[in-house]
């Protein structure tokens, strides 16, 4: 392994772990507030999924000498994270635990975005020349399905609901779509990714997406204004909002403050 | 005893490890062992995770060590888990469909493609009229389903296809 295919390589896993992981947590916190108990049910299995990726793409990281992934999950400053801008944004006004006002369309086209772009991430990597990843990638993928047709259904349901979902929704489509950019982003060490066929290039998966995408809005006739932006920066590079420090902190609280108590 | 012999007896004592979320079924019957050797009393045992983000594959690693290491004549155990190759429901043995049935659960299809419709029935009376309630259930592998002839719920595993395709081969 040449030093410049490590580094690409230890770029791409942290991207992979910390979408997951950063999205599993914004998940999470919807836990007991979504519109229905089925749904609440569906949510956590989904984010349950989710966090425990993140656990495989962080212990790939462990094993290539990056330390303890326990570690890396809870103890990394913000800028050391390389999830997408958009998988971090809050979930609305409000925290959980004192007067949530999430926004249930954001939730539900936040996760529709990612999860259409986790399915073609996925099947890309189902090739890298990473061994590990092509095979953890070949495995996670048999079960993207579930989580693909929960959110789609959602998206097209509220889209063709009444008029206050649809201008609800909209609203939430034109602030995702605003940041997707990011999502569709391999970061400064993309070209070098894809040249030792550690993942396909960012142009094919962006091209993709946008077909992918393209369908779902022509099921529901939507047509976007303009290209997925990065409205937040590029969070493949350490571009973060003060979202992500203050997750962050909730999230690694009991950790920080004694590495034993969490007893995981 | 030779390892040989050794082999046989480890991969008859997996069976009697269940999954924690899956208290009816052994770990064999549902597919999740691929390899058992043994060198001179040393025990290596390969496990296929049923779903990548299972949160108990601890429990089972721990179980499987301690149910090995009281074969007699294996000194060592090794637990390692895989994703090559994916586990899919298709590992599930006969025996496993049984059991996964008296226990409530409707067992997957035998031969599921990706893309193939899901044919469910009944655990209790045998009835395919039933209603999928939940896609996501108590555990990441079930479903919520209705029975509507014998009016009972029941859960169902998740068909896991994998289309062998796909794969990269090796150059």
Redesign the interface.
């Known amino acids: 392994m040449t030093p410049e295919y490590r580094t690409a390589l230890i770029e791409l896993l942290y991207q992979l772990a910390d979408d997951n992981f950063i999205l599993a947590y914004r998940g999470s916190e919807w836990l007991g507030l979504t519109p229905h108990i089925?749904e609440d049910?569906?949510f956590?299995?989904?984010n349950?999924?989710?966090?425990?990726?993140a656990?495989?793409y962080y212990q790939m990281l462990e094993d290539l000498g990056e330390g303890k992934s326990d570690d890396l999950a809870l103890l990394r400053p913000p800028a050391a994270f390389r999830n997408a801008v958009l998988l971090e944004l809050k979930n609305g006004p409000g925290n959980y635990w004192d007067a949530p006002d999430y926004d249930w369309a954001f939730a539900v086209v936040r996760h529709f975005f990612f999860d259409v772009f986790k399915s073609i991430r996925l099947?890309a990597l189902?090739?890298s020349s990473y061994?590990p990843l092509?095979?953890?990638a070949?495995?996670?993928v048999?079960?993207q399905?579930?989580h693909l047709?929960?959110w789609e259904t959602w998206f097209v349901q509220l889209m063709m609901s009444t008029d206050e979902a649809r201008r609800r929704m909209e609203k939430a489509l034109s602030l995702c779509w605003a940041d997707a950019g990011g999502l569709l982003s391999l970061g400064k060490w993309g070209a070098v990714m894809a040249e030792h066929g550690l993942t396909a290039t960012e142009a094919e998966w962006r091209d993709q997406w946008r077909q992918a995408i393209g369908q779902s809005f022509a099921r529901v006739g939507y047509v976007p204004i303009g290209e997925p932006g990065m409205a937040h920066g590029d969070g493949r590079n350490g571009e973060h909002t003060a979202d992500l420090g203050e997750a962050l902190s909730i999230l690694s609280e009991v950790y920080r403050s004694d590495p034993q108590a969490t007893g995981w | 005893m030779d390892d040989e012999g050794l082999k046989t007896r480890v991969t008859e004592a997996l069976k009697k490890v269940k999954d924690p979320e899956l208290p009816g079924i052994d770990i064999v019957a549902l597919g999740m062992l691929e390899t058992v050797s043994v060198t001179s009393g040393r025990a290596r045992i390969t496990l296929l995770p049923t779903f990548s983000g299972c949160p108990a594959l601890d429990l089972i690693k721990k179980e499987v060590v301690e149910t090995v290491r009281r074969v007699d004549g294996v000194t060592e155990v090794a637990v390692v888990f895989s994703f090559d190759p994916p586990w899919t429901t298709a590992r599930i043995s006969p025996e496993g469909r049984e059991q996964l049935k008296a226990y409530g659960i409707a067992p997957p299809p035998a031969a599921q493609r990706p893309g193939d419709p899901w044919e469910i029935e009944c655990p209790y009376c045998g009835s395919s009229v039933v209603t999928v309630e939940n896609w996501f259930g108590p555990t990441a592998c079930r479903s919520l389903l209705y029975c509507r002839s014998c009016r009972n719920p029941f859960e169902a595993m998740k068909p896991v296809a994998h289309v062998a395709d796909e794969r990269p081969r090796p150059d």
């Open positions: 089925e049910v569906a956590s299995s989904i349950q999924n989710a966090m425990g990726h656990a495989i099947n189902k090739k061994p092509a095979a953890a070949g495995k996670i048999t079960e399905a579930y047709m929960h």
